[in-house]
């Protein structure tokens, strides 16, 4: 199996999650990100909005420019987009990726 292959792990499944259950603060490090849980279920957010980091990532991986975004929600800063960036480059860089072997039967 080659390192750059779509190929499925034949007995194994993959799963994910982020090393803040492990004492990693991630939002701590990032002044403009904040995560609450009366704020849209507690999803990172830019401080002081409702716009979550992940809304403006995804917009910009589909194409949107920053000036769009700026123009779109004008409450945004363009620090905060950035922000939003770094925070996301964070996330994945603490994520921690674990192999477990399938359940038979499956």
Do not use: C, W
Not at 49 to 66: C, F, I, M, N
């Amino acid at each position: 199996m080659g390192l750059h292959t779509n190929e499925r792990l034949p007995v194994m499944e993959v799963f994910s999650f982020a090393r803040q259950a492990k004492g990693v603060d991630i939002v701590g490090k990032h002044d403009r990100i904040v995560s609450e849980p009366g704020i849209m279920l507690g999803k990172p957010v830019i401080r002081g909005t409702r716009v979550p980091v992940e809304l403006l990532v995804r917009k910009l991986g589909d194409g949107a420019s920053v000036e769009e975004m700026l123009e779109a929600y004008p409450n945004l800063k363009r620090e905060d987009i950035f922000a939003a960036l770094k925070f996301a480059a964070d996330s994945l860089s603490n994520e921690e990726i674990v192999f477990l072997p399938k359940a038979s039967g499956s």
